[in-house]
């Protein structure tokens, strides 16, 4: 072969080698481009949460991003998640992305399954159709799925409860959870978490009352919806022991109220009173079947640790100042009550 003929050869299989990088070097930008070019786009907001419910397909991924119109190139984030093989392997949770975020960080995350821990906070808790409802708003589990598993007396019979007052299961605290817990793993949790609180000392304390725990967070959601004052929440503890001790009604005019269920009542009177239902300690000696608001551990402890006085009776004071009046005797009581009334009447409170 000829020197000219070489050299056209070669100069030939230079060209091509030349095409091929400058052909290999576009795609490779590309290929860069699609990975780890920013493609989340969330306007004026730096992070975003996402939620991919139990059960979502690559397809739902899809509708949930193009909905939130969340990226830049539809197209390039399809390629980066079949590369990567996410399509098959979609995890359900709540994930939080950050704006200009890549496709290759994207698909990772969700890949991951990495979600972000919601805190849950539990508190002024009335019933359990609230408790649904402020669970619902945070975490996958629908409010309906909850309040049934709440009434079903199989389900809560497990956990040492009744329908009726298993909601002093769920101690008021702030708790964390992965967004697509179920309504049966989240119950699950706060039974541990009850069982946590209810230590060996608090449950040996109960019993030294004559109290079972129950019985205890019962009385404490009582003595919680009598005062917001901390500082006497142990003498009126005391005075409801005293009474229960005694066998005397209680007469708690906010087990009245939330035997009505409303919960606008300022103040009591006979046709209240009459309310037949077993919440009206009015009516019925001993405790409520449940409680009638969730009490703070806080309110737990005052009723375990309550005042030892000879208190039967306590009424608000006159000065409408949120404290009470205590008494020994009915007569007593009775002189205190009459101030209190005379105070509302005053101020025309109906």
């Not at 920013?38 to 306007?43: E, I, S």
């Not at 709540?94 to 919601?118: C, D, H, T």
């Not at 359990?128 to 309906?144: F, N, V, Y």
């Not at 989240?186 to 109290?211: C, S």
Request: one cysteine or more.
């Amino acid at each position: 072969m000829s020197k000219k003929k070489k050299s056209v050869i070669f100069k030939v299989l230079i060209s091509v080698l030349f095409l091929i990088l400058i052909i290999g070097s576009i795609a490779f930008y590309k290929f860069y481009l699609m990975l780890y070019q920013p493609n989340v786009n969330l306007g004026d907001k730096k992070t975003a949460y996402i939620c991919i419910p139990t059960g979502s397909t690559y397809k739902d991924v899809l509708n949930i991003l193009d909905k939130n119109n969340y990226l830049e190139n539809k197209k390039s984030f399809e390629w980066t998640a079949d590369f990567k093989n996410y399509t098959d392997k979609v995890k359900p949770g709540k994930y939080l992305i950050k704006n200009s975020m890549s496709n290759n960080e994207l698909v990772g995350l969700l890949r991951s399954g990495k979600q972000e821990a919601v805190k849950l906070v539990i508190n002024n808790i009335r019933t359990k159709e609230q408790l649904a409802g402020k669970i619902s708003k945070q975490l996958e589990a629908d409010s309906l799925s909850i309040i049934n598993l709440l009434n079903n007396n199989l389900f809560v019979e497990k956990y040492g409860f009744s329908k009726e007052n298993i909601l002093v299961m769920f101690i008021p605290n702030t708790y964390e959870f992965y967004w697509n817990t179920s309504g049966e793993k989240f119950t699950e949790k706060m039974h541990k978490e009850y069982l946590r609180f209810w230590n060996e000392e608090r449950v040996d304390k109960a019993a030294n009352i004559g109290l079972t725990a129950i019985e205890v967070a019962v009385l404490a959601s009582i003595v919680q919806s009598e005062t917001t004052k901390k500082d006497e929440m142990s003498r009126i503890a005391g005075t409801y022991i005293n009474r229960l001790n005694k066998n005397m009604l209680l007469q708690a005019d906010p087990t009245v109220i939330f035997a009505l269920q409303d919960f606008t009542i300022k103040r009591l009177f006979s046709k209240h009173l009459a309310v037949d239902s077993p919440y009206n300690t009015y009516k019925y000696t001993g405790l409520p079947p449940g409680p009638i608001t969730l009490p703070e551990p806080t309110t737990i402890d005052k009723v375990l640790n309550y005042e030892k006085h000879d208190y039967l009776y306590f009424c608000a004071r006159e000065d409408l100042s949120g404290y009470h009046a205590f008494a020994k005797s009915f007569n007593e009581h009775s002189v205190n009550a009459r101030k209190f009334q005379k105070a509302l009447n005053k101020l025309n409170i109906r």
